[in-house]
């Protein structure tokens, strides 16, 4: 070798374990430049030198300093996290948790009948651990005191008490499981921070809903599982493991699906719904387009494998959001109904906003306007039950949120709209904008501009003196983009 050669070696670093697939890379030489970066392994010919390599697994860093003056071969064994649900590798996982959940997720708690058939809903809720159990203190005396369950009219089905739960409030755990029809429901909570969560049942599939608990509810630790009656636990577990990590990931803005996981939910090699559904998300998500055929694939399997999957609004939000990555035509399509996961519910929202005359989304208003932010999952503020029928189609442009006498408009969104259209400048706006901007419906700001416009003209309108000294501006510009005569 000359001497003036650098020595070049042979480096190789690779993940091991459950979920090795799922952990980045990052590996900077000495003065601080970034090599190469990958997930799951890297493998280059290197200069003699000091390297240092950064492992991201399970929203942790770890650092490793290496020193390159032979042939290097590492390895990082992978470590499960903490999740709601169970699973052999995760360390969260107990066996009076496990060992309960599996055996109630297979037996009614009414009359303790297996279920073996039908679709169901299955709650189960846990501390950590009974040690955290024992150190919380002036805790709710049953973790269900305040949760009950809905129809998709908002008729109560159960309340989570004594009557219709099991509860070891020692070790710390709670479960529910009832036989119910396939369609929408709704977990409502009434604490400090009220909320409502959509879950959504397929017909034959158990619809599972796993919560931590400390004090309270930790709600971003939620997580909505599918499983079929008689399954083995052990084939569909890996399945909720990965989809836990998609979840966690998503929740953290990190969109990335590994190739293999891709390849074998298009090839229908999945035991639970949920996967193949965050799946879709995740990798619609991300930048990438080479295998869009992909997720076509799995979305007919989807529709092949459950009856009811196409009424869904989660199938629906997935369909257009792979029209908008890979350019199709925007299909026509009407939201009615909550998804469970939050980017469902923007996407309609945005292409709502893009694409009016094809995208309608009706009776969400209450919906849009008050969802939570620090969850994956769509959870907004309890929706009180509406006496009046049913709308549809394109009534819900005007008589959606408000009365036949004008509301005040003192709700965030008509204050955001009369701000923004009390300046001259503001009116060359249009509806479209407005919504797009502001994560609405069209519909809902057509509303808010009606429900304005009445107000100011059927009252002497106080509220806006200080608010708005221009009166007629913000009159104008609402005449102009709702055309009102």
Not at 7 to 32: I, K, M, R
Not at 210 to 236: C, E, G, V, Y
Not at 341 to 354: I, W
Not at 456 to 461: C, D, G, Q
Request: with cysteine.
């Amino acid at each position: 070798m000359n001497s003036k050669e650098k020595a070049v070696y042979q480096f190789n670093f690779v993940a091991e374990g459950p979920l090795s697939e799922f952990v980045f890379l990052e590996l900077f030489d000495g003065v601080g430049k970034l090599v190469a970066e990958k997930y799951k392994s890297i493998s280059e010919q290197l200069e003699r030198g000091l390297y240092q390599m950064n492992i991201y697994s399970n929203e942790k860093l770890e650092t490793q300093t290496i020193r390159l003056d032979k042939d290097y071969y590492g390895n990082y064994e992978n470590k499960g996290s903490y999740s709601s649900i169970s699973g052999y590798f995760l360390e969260s996982s107990h066996e009076y948790y496990t060992e309960t959940s599996k055996f109630w997720s297979d037996h009614f708690i009414l009359d303790e009948k297996k279920y073996d058939e039908g679709s169901s809903v299955f709650i189960f809720f846990r501390y950590p651990d009974r040690e955290i159990r024992d150190q919380q203190k002036n805790v709710a005396e049953s973790m269900g005191w305040r949760f009950s369950l809905l129809d998709k009219n908002r008729n109560l089905l159960f309340r989570l008490n004594e009557n219709h739960i099991k509860e070891d409030k020692d070790a710390g755990w709670l479960v529910f499981h009832a036989p119910l029809d396939a369609g929408i429901y709704y977990l409502v909570y009434n604490g400090p921070v009220k909320r409502e969560i959509p879950l959504y049942v397929f017909e034959d599939w158990q619809t599972q809903f796993f919560l931590t608990f400390k004090r309270t509810p930790i709600f971003p630790t939620a997580r909505i599982l599918f499983r079929k009656p008689n399954s083995a636990f052990d084939i569909f577990e890996y399945d909720n493991m990965e989809v836990d990590k998609l979840l966690r990931n998503m929740q953290n803005a990190i969109y990335h699906v590994p190739k293999q996981l891709l390849e074998k939910t298009a090839s229908d090699n999945w035991q639970n719904p949920m996967l193949a559904m965050v799946v879709c998300y995740v990798y619609l998500m991300c930048s990438e387009v080479e295998h869009h055929h992909f997720i076509k694939k799995i979305l007919e399997n989807l529709k092949t494998r459950i009856p009811n999957a196409s009424y869904c609004p989660d199938i629906k939000a997935i369909e257009l959001l792979a029209a908008v990555r890979f350019e199709k035509e925007i299909p026509s399509l009407i939201l009615d109904e909550p998804c469970m996961l939050k980017v469902g519910f923007k996407t309609f929202l945005e292409q709502a906003a893009r694409n009016p005359e094809k995208i309608k989304i009706i009776e969400l208003n209450e919906i849009i306007t008050s969802l939570h932010g620090d969850m994956v999952w769509s959870s907004y503020r309890p929706i009180e039950k509406k006496k009046s029928q049913r709308l549809s189609g394109n009534e819900i442009g005007l008589k959606m949120s408000f009365s036949e006498f004008a509301v005040e408009p003192k709700d965030w969104l008509s204050q955001t709209i009369m701000n923004q259209l009390s300046s001259e400048n503001s009116g060359q706006n249009t509806v479209a904008d407005l919504a797009f901007q502001l994560q609405v419906s069209p519909d809902m700001v057509k509303s808010c501009l009606v429900n304005i416009d009445s107000y100011l003209s059927n009252s002497e309108a106080d509220i806006f003196e200080n608010f708005n000294p221009v009166q007629k501006v913000l009159k104008l510009n609402i005449e102009k983009l709702v055309k009102i005569k």
